[in-house]
């Protein structure tokens, strides 16, 4: 049985969760990730495998039985503030992470638990555009590297997922060539220790694989597009109760060095129309991309359950 390195997440409570052994063939969560300022790293865990019949619960139990109010605040982030706080919107918390497997040698930034944005080269800045997040991995031979955003409705010390419901999802600008998978995890897809509510094969986070190209351009992804691997418990994914954003890398679409800027939820209307914009562009040489037939099954077990471990809610 493999011992993987795990970590806490600190943002306004220091709250925890902790991953188990991976046995070949079978599902088992990779280290937890960052999910605030001043993560620290915590001691090897292994916990037992769970049950091959297990599951994961329907809904969420007490204060977050029920969706929390719908958010109304479209911009997640534009990064334009330097730090690894999303954009602070009324009743909502988020902080950005980054997090890889425990490979001797291989790299990742922004650092694990030090999350910054860094400028823009000058010929793609202005005034009201300087920074972005610039997303690199490599070396990584396990299951992969992840970065992304916790979400939290906060109110009164009480954290529940997120509602997004008042949208139809997300759209953002990045650069690569890569290709990752866009996610969004929700409590059924993550255990009780990291706050969500599987008890069995959970990390089978929902998401859509997205190739980017070597220049700045628009990505849109709708709730109605994301499905879970398959290999994981099944689960109804439901926009009014997510827990985060996340983009997975797997080892072999390694090295990466890519660019997030401008993330933003969009509505229906606008959805449709970046949609039918996106549509009647013509699609750009993919260049360096490396994309093969199985990119939509990210390391099985592995990269999803980095992705998917976010600080639990007190």
């Given at each position: 049985m493999r011992r993987i390195v795990w970590a806490v997440c600190a943002a306004a409570l220091a709250t925890g969760a902790c991953g188990s052994a991976n046995v070949e063939g079978r599902p088992g969560p990779p280290p937890v990730v960052f999910g605030g300022e001043g993560a620290t790293v915590g001691a090897p865990k292994e916990l037992a495998l769970p049950a091959a019949d297990s599951g994961s619960e329907s809904k969420t139990a007490g204060p977050c039985a029920t969706p929390s109010p719908p958010s109304d605040t479209a911009l997640l982030d534009d990064f334009e503030d330097g730090d690894a706080a999303a954009f602070k919107a009324f009743q909502r918390e988020g902080y950005w992470f980054a997090a890889s497997d425990a490979t001797e040698g291989a790299t990742i930034a922004p650092d694990r638990g030090a999350f910054k944005p860094d400028r823009l080269p000058l010929a793609e800045s202005n005034r009201e555009n300087l920074f972005a997040a610039h997303l690199?991995?490599?070396?990584?031979?396990?299951?992969?590297?992840?970065?992304?955003?916790?979400?939290?409705?906060?109110?009164?010390?009480?954290?529940?997922?997120?509602?997004?419901?008042?949208?139809?999802?997300l759209r953002f600008r990045a650069k690569g060539p890569g290709t990752v998978r866009v996610a969004f995890p929700v409590p059924e897809t993550q255990p009780v220790d990291a706050g969500g509510t599987c008890t069995g094969r959970c990390y089978d986070v929902h998401g859509k694989v997205v190739v980017l190209t070597n220049r700045w351009d628009d990505y849109l992804v709708r709730w109605d597009h994301l499905e879970q691997q398959g290999w994981g418990a099944e689960a109804l994914f439901e926009p009014?109760?997510?827990?985060?954003?996340?983009?997975?890398?797997?080892?072999?679409?390694?090295?990466?060095?890519?660019?997030?800027?401008d993330v933003s939820f969009v509505t229906e209307p606008e959805a449709q129309?970046?949609?039918?914009?996106?549509?009647?562009?013509?699609?750009?040489?993919?260049?360096?991309?490396?994309?093969d037939g199985?990119?939509?099954a990210l390391s099985r077990a592995k990269v999803p359950a980095a992705a998917s471990a976010l600080h639990k809610a007190p």
């Open positions: 690199k991995a490599d070396g990584e031979k396990d299951w992969g590297v992840v970065w992304g955003v916790t979400l939290r409705w906060r109110s009164e010390g009480i954290r529940c997922p997120l509602n997004a419901s008042a949208f139809a999802g009014s109760r997510i827990n985060g954003f996340q983009l997975a890398a797997r080892p072999q679409d390694l090295p990466a060095d890519l660019w997030i800027d129309a970046l949609s039918a914009q996106l549509r009647a562009e013509p699609p750009p040489p993919l260049v360096a991309a490396k994309v199985g990119a939509a």
